[in-house]
């Protein structure tokens, strides 16, 4: 199994500034923020990204956005936020662990860039 940043963090050999954990995921602000709120969700269990996936991972999907939502409010912008997934390297992903953005604190415009 690849080794990737966000698999240091969760084994806290690199530092983070976590915001939230429990049994199946992390959260954590982005190091290079796009918006004011910018924190990413990770489940601890090791998952390049979301096309990887099956009905086996369902219960933790839910779970990530279930907690994402419940993340964004915690950090006062539960009216108004934007999650991301970028899945494969041509949607933007750069960190081949799955992680969902959390982005608040800003207007965001449609079509994404
Ligand atoms: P993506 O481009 O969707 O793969 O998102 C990867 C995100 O991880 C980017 O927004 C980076 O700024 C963020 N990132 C990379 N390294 C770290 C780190 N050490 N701590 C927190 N966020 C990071």
């Known amino acids: 199994m690849t080794e990737t940043l966000f698999t240091k963090i969760i ?19 982005d190091i290079n923020p796009q918006a004011p709120l910018h924190i990413l969700v990770i489940p601890k269990k090791n998952i390049v990204k ?8 369902q219960d933790l999907l839910g779970h990530l956005l279930l907690k994402a939502g419940e993340i964004a409010n915690a950090q006062g912008y539960g009216e108004a936020f934007r999650l991301v997934i970028n899945n ?18 800003r207007t965001f415009s449609w079509p994404p860039g």
């Open 50 to 57: 979301i096309s990887d996936t099956t009905e086996l991972e």
């Open 88 to 105: 494969g390297e041509n949607a933007g992903q750069t960190v081949f662990h799955l992680h969902i953005h959390i982005l608040a604190g």
């Open 11 to 29: 084994d806290r050999e690199i530092p983070a500034d976590i915001v939230y954990e429990d049994e199946l995921c992390l959260a954590f602000k």
